[in-house]
């Protein structure tokens, strides 16, 4: 009979039920065929913008879907609709984050197989959906030219669970005296390689590479997903 | 700030455990990663009170930081970056492009009695 304080190991993940439920909706899109694109980024930078013109792009060409994750509000939801996609809002309540039983629940009468493309639109913030796998086959960080140059700085570890930069309001660069390539040498140092694509959800610059390089992404997912049926 | 709603899954999992167990607990050993996107300090706050009313009421949370390693191709092995806002490798200064550690929020052990 062992007595006194003892160490036992454990090694157990604490976002363990997070992560093993984001697996399972990673497989649950793959087989319906759904491509899913997870928006993060501080509030303000245009996230709600760029899938309002995406949504409108992608609804002509494809079956298109979006959550669309706030505090509080369904107006981003609303907003979203005209351009014909199916909408859900998720309001969060007080949560700084969007989780993936979250999304389960949001997605409990879909029918998945029917979409082509499903996007996610995280809670404006930079830090608490870091730590948040929701099951997406990508992550946009979303950075808009008003923030100024070095924000990757203060955010790495978002920027480091996130596959590609999009940098919003292009249009107003020059306005706000942003330097490009210093944004850019700032992000390629916290992340290495990361591709960047520089939008404007208003004129519309940019947008049609950042669509292809998401029906790509598709294309390829699928192929892959075919072979190893 | 989502670290009380980590607290509070970090005390499910180890009331959980020592349940099991039939043990009980006076410290959580932790390893955290910078890269994980939890505040040392915010989790250390939360977890008392996440603690209160359950069977982990006046245990420990104990934090063992894991430092960042990448990947460098160049030196054909895993090294320290030069901080986590310059992922280079810290010995040859090449841009690195694979995370190994750093993301870690995981419970390495409990200490029981």
Known sequence: MMSGPRLVEVRQKFLKQNDLLARALREWFRRAGVYVVSLVSSPGSGKTAFLERTLHDFARRHSVAALVGDLATENDAQRLRRSGARVRQITTGTVCHLDAAMIERALEDWRLEELDFLFIENVGNLVCPASYDLGEELRFVLMSVTEGEDKPLKYPTIFNTADVTVLTKIDLATAVEFDLEAAKETIRAVRPGMLIFEVSAKTGAGMIECWRYLEERRNEARAGSALSA | ?113
């Open chain 2, 1 to 113: 700030m989502h670290e009380l709603s980590i607290a509070l899954s970090i005390v499910d999992l180890a009331a959980e455990e020592a349940e099991r167990r039939g043990v009980k607990v006076n410290a959580v050993h932790l390893r955290l990663g910078p890269l994980a996107g939890v505040v040392k300090d915010a989790l250390l706050f939360s977890y008392d009170l996440a603690c209160e009313g359950t069977p982990l009421d006046k245990s420990r949370l104990i934090i063992e930081e894991v430092p960042v390693m990448v990947h460098c191709s160049r030196c054909e092995t895993d090294r320290e970056p030069i901080s986590l806002q310059d992922l280079r490798c810290s010995v040859c200064g090449d841009p690195t492009y694979e995370i190994v550690q750093g993301r870690e929020m995981e419970i390495a052990a409990l200490e029981v009695e």
